[in-house]
């Protein structure tokens, strides 16, 4: 059989896939995946009801007419899924609605799970993402990494990202809590 790999809206019929990538991650949150919704509404996403609100509310939060909490924006989410098992996702926030966004969280954020990296998924995601925002009207997209993260640096400069620079540890870590330097990206939408 030929592998299937496909960008696809989150499902909830993915569930135990994404279990065993969580694993995988060994206790981090995934890049991308927004798992912290699920924290800030005390959802536990090894629990099969609160995956499935978990998915629902990623679903809603790409609806112009639903309201994402305080503090947070708008966000389309694609899941990386080949022959039905999950390996990443990207988020792509519709605008940079807050300060942790517009310094550090940029508007795609994406994560591949640990054992289907170097194969071109993380690739695959933005691409996806970039076209999302494209159909959004957005002209242009930040996008970071940790400067340490040289896979995703590469990624990015491969979908024709310009480094605007490299903001120190010593700017952003005491605000945001972020650990190393970051690199900011822009994507020019055409």
Request: aromatic share 8%; proline share 5%.
């Amino acid at each position: 059989m030929m592998n299937q790999i496909r960008l696809q809206e989150p499902s909830a019929d993915l569930h135990d896939s994404f279990m065993q990538c969580t694993a995988e991650w060994n206790g981090v949150d995934q890049d991308g995946a927004s798992m912290f919704f699920a924290e800030k509404y005390g959802w536990d996403l090894a629990n099969p009801r609160d995956f499935g609100l978990w998915v629902q509310l990623l679903k809603d939060l790409a609806n112009p007419d639903f309201a994402p909490l305080p503090g947070f924006v708008s966000q389309s989410t694609l899941w990386v899924v080949e022959n039905e098992q999950y390996l990443g996702a990207v988020s792509l926030r519709h605008e940079l609605g807050n300060d942790y966004l517009k310094e550090v969280g940029g508007h795609i954020g994406y994560g591949i799970r640990p054992s289907a990296r170097r194969r071109g998924l993380a690739k695959l995601a933005l691409a996806g993402a970039l076209e999302q925002a494209r159909d959004l009207g957005l002209p242009r997209v930040l996008i970071t990494c940790n400067d340490s993260n040289i896979g995703s640096a590469r990624t990015i400069e491969s979908c024709a990202g310009v480094l605007e620079g490299i903001r120190p540890h010593n700017e952003v870590g005491p605000l945001f809590g972020v650990q190393g330097d970051v690199r900011r990206y822009w994507i020019t939408l055409k």
